[in-house]
């Protein structure tokens, strides 16, 4: 069946209508209605996160991505690997005598912000500072009341942040995401505006999601071994591994969809006002794109991608340094560890959609190197 | 050179665009569009990355064309 009727509305599940679902044009990306769970009905928040490029449709969202596109052109993301690669060495060199970590403080809460500090030439002693905010403001897809202090203050946070950052790359240019941005906006190719909520959602997007999924990544392969062997014994597997580990455990489950009218999806009539999930989670071991689903295997020949950074208008456009990230931890992990194993559960707070991963403790061997 | 574009098979990522600005654009529905189907030599570097960057390999160019299906 490819679809399920849940308390929280309409379960998409097979592959193929996930697609559908995502490529819907007349579906809302519905963060107002997110936002509007947490009792979040107007203010900074609602109206940077409704504006923004990811819940927006139309000329203004095609010239958005437009004026971002070349930032994380393939060539530039690669610019970053070996800086990061090295960084990533160093890191785990230190841990590798205790024979045990927490892989969510060893990398997910570094990696990511060390990524964005880079590219926007922030300091890195902002780090924490950067994942905090984006922490909290994430807590929006929670869609729960309780929430609405945390985002809200989190928020106001993170626009002066990004305010503070335009400041200081407005009066010093460099070669960076945030000067390229400011380009784009004396071009008139982007407006004041644009370039403030582009910055805040590059921040919400590079952070807590890369940290979910590296840990899920982890979490895949250190509960198979013959998989970890393989990696280490033939590292051109690295890429093709991330790909398969993010399918086999996707850090976000699902995305969702609103319908704000009447609206029909192959067959399925919608009321006004439902949610759909379009559960990844599902549709990424679906037998019929992906052949004995419930195996983890790093050389699976995958015909079609894992949904885990969408289809469509809203593709993810930080997908390659997301997986630029988990590669280089892969490789590092693997020159340094002969076998890994699970200490514990991966701890996450909220969303019934989204991890939030707060600690992945493992045990390791280290290798000889 | 003749570039193909698979656009049932595109799933919107974009890096074909970033590669080759002159040759590939992302419509506002998020599926490639070719520009040109015949670019000049000049553009070959950036649709050969396009070509190995694409995702599901949605992109051909001469002989390399995509499996229909």
Known sequence: MPFARSERGLEVLSYRCCEDVLRDPGLAVGFEEMLEACGIGNGPAHASLSRNINNIEGEAHARQRRAIAPYFQPARVETMRQTLRRALEKRFVATRELGRCDIVDLVGRWLPTTSFCMMAEAPFEDRPFIWRMSDEVQRFFQMKTSERGVVERGFGELESYVDSLIAARRAEPGDDLISFLLAEERSSALSMTEVRDLVVILVLASTDTTNAQTACVFKALAQHPEQWRALRSDPTLIPNAVLEASRYEPGVWAMTRVAREPAEVTGVPLEAGTHLFVDFIAANRDPDVFPSPDELDVRRQMKRPPLNWSVGRHFCPGRPLAVLEMEETLRVALRQWETVELEGDLESHGAPYVISAERLPVRFEPAIV | ?69
């Open chain 2, 1 to 69: 050179m003749r570039v193909l574009a698979d656009t049932d098979q595109c799933i919107g990522s974009g890096m074909c665009a970033s590669c080759a600005p002159a040759v590939f654009e992302l419509g506002g529905d998020g599926v490639v569009r070719l520009l040109e189907a015949h670019p000049p030599a000049s553009e070959l570097p950036g649709v050969r990355e396009a070509v190995a960057l694409c995702p599901v390999q949605a992109l051909g160019l001469d002989a390399e064309r995509p499996t229909d299906q």
